[in-house]
Nanobody, 124 residues
């Protein structure tokens, strides 16, 4: 199994930036494709960004394209989500997830392991 721990969330003004980190332990991260999801109060969990196992392919929700960047550093067993030009509608709990597969999935049900989440709040 792999354990995932997110960090880097917080309170930021609209237009600001945050970088979320997801550190894996228990298994090497290089075996997994990774996703970042978010869930706002009263809303369903949604995919924000995903990256495949070798880092060569990524995907983003339309709402974050051009503002968010997912990356991975397998030597550090860490996946990042750089969030720029943040908007109040980005406010949510952000989760990282791992799938034991070569490619990423868009559906949260396909991911095997989840972190506990980190809160991101963007004030207007």
């Amino acid at each position: 199994q792999v354990q995932l721990v997110e960090s880097g969330g917080g309170l930021v003004q609209a237009g600001g930036s945050l970088r979320l980190s997801c550190v894996a332990s228990g298994r090497t991260l290089s075996r997994y494709s990774m996703g970042w999801f978010r869930q706002a109060p009263g809303k369903e969990r949604e995919l924000v960004a995903a990256i495949n196992r070798n880092g060569g392919s990524t995907d983003y929700a339309d709402s974050v394209k051009g503002r968010f960047t997912i990356s991975r550093d397998d030597a550090k067993n860490t996946v990042y989500l750089q969030m720029d030009s943040l908007k109040p509608e980005d406010t949510a709990v952000y989760y990282c997830a791992a799938a034991l597969t070569t490619t990423y999935y868009l559906e949260d049900s396909r991911y095997n392991y989840w972190g506990q989440g980190t809160q991101v709040t963007v004030s207007s």
